[in-house]
Nanobody, 124 residues
Framework: QVRLVESGGGSVQAGGSLRLSCAASGGTLRIYNMAWFRQAPGKEREGVARINPGGSGTFYADSVRGRFTISRDNAKNTLYLQMNNLKPEDTAMYYC?????????????????WGQGTQVTVSS
């Protein structure tokens, strides 16, 4: 059973940066497609970014492309999300997930393993 634990969230002003991490235990991440999702209060969970097992293929939601970068270190069993030029609309709980598809839209239902989330709050 893979266990995922996110960290790195916090409160920043608009234009600031944060780096989220997702550490895995109980299994190896290198066989899984990985993704970051987020959920704001009153809204559905939405996909933010995806990365394939080797790290060579990535996908971003239009709302974050050019500002966020997903990466992974399989040796450390860790997934990352570098978030730059943050905007108030990026405020949400951010979740990492493992086991989904490498293609098509980012759908929460495709992912088998989830972390508990880390809160990101961006003030204007």
């Amino acid at each position: 059973q893979v266990r995922l634990v996110e960290s790195g969230g916090g409160s920043v002003q608009a234009g600031g940066s944060l780096r989220l991490s997702c550490a895995a235990s109980g299994g190896t991440l290198r066989i899984y497609n990985m993704a970051w999702f987020r959920q704001a209060p009153g809204k559905e969970r939405e996909g933010v970014a995806r990365i394939n097992p080797g790290g060579s293929g990535t996908f971003y939601a239009d709302s974050v492309r050019g500002r966020f970068t997903i990466s992974r270190d399989n040796a450390k069993n860790t997934l990352y999300l570098q978030m730059n030029n943050l905007k108030p609309e990026d405020t949400a709980m951010y979740y990492c997930a493992a086991g989904g598809s490498a293609y098509g839209p980012l759908r929460p239902s495709d992912y088998r393993y989830w972390g508990q989330g880390t809160q990101v709050t961006v003030s204007s």
